[in-house]
Nanobody, 126 residues
Framework: QVQLVESGGGLVQAGGSLRLSCAASGLTFSTYPMGWFRQAPGKEREFVAAISWSSRVTYYADSVKGRFTISRDNNKNTVYLQMNSLKPEDTAVYYC???????????????????WGQGTQVTVSS
């Protein structure tokens, strides 16, 4: 049974930082591209960042480029999202996801992902 468990969310002031973690089990983590998505109230779930199985390739939404960094540790079966210079518009539930395969723009598409975590709330106050 595949499980993805996010942690690290919370309340932070604008300009602050948070680091999200997603611990994976029940899959061969080192072979899966991983992604982070977010969903704000009343909005669709949107792509934030993705990373290839080898960490060689990363993808970012324009809205977070230069502020967020995705990384992974295949020895710990964990993917991270370092979020700096947070803005109120970053407020959302953040989800990690695993894809059996994705490349290029496919990794931006939530339909390419096979497994999802339960989400962790990030709230940025102004």
């Amino acid at each position: 049974q595949v499980q993805l468990v996010e942690s690290g969310g919370g309340l932070v002031q604008a300009g602050g930082s948070l680091r999200l973690s997603c611990a994976a089990s029940g899959l061969t983590f080192s072979t899966y591209p991983m992604g982070w998505f977010r969903q704000a109230p009343g909005k669709e779930r949107e792509f934030v960042a993705a990373i290839s199985w080898s960490s060689r390739v990363t993808y970012y939404a324009d809205s977070v480029k230069g502020r967020f960094t995705i990384s992974r540790d295949n020895n710990k079966n964990t993917v991270y999202l370092q979020m700096n210079s947070l803005k109120p518009e970053d407020t959302a539930v953040y989800y990690c996801a695993a894809a059996r395969a994705c490349s290029g723009y496919g990794c931006y598409d939530r339909n390419q992902y096979d497994y999802w975590g339960q989400g962790t709330q990030v709230t940025v106050s102004s």
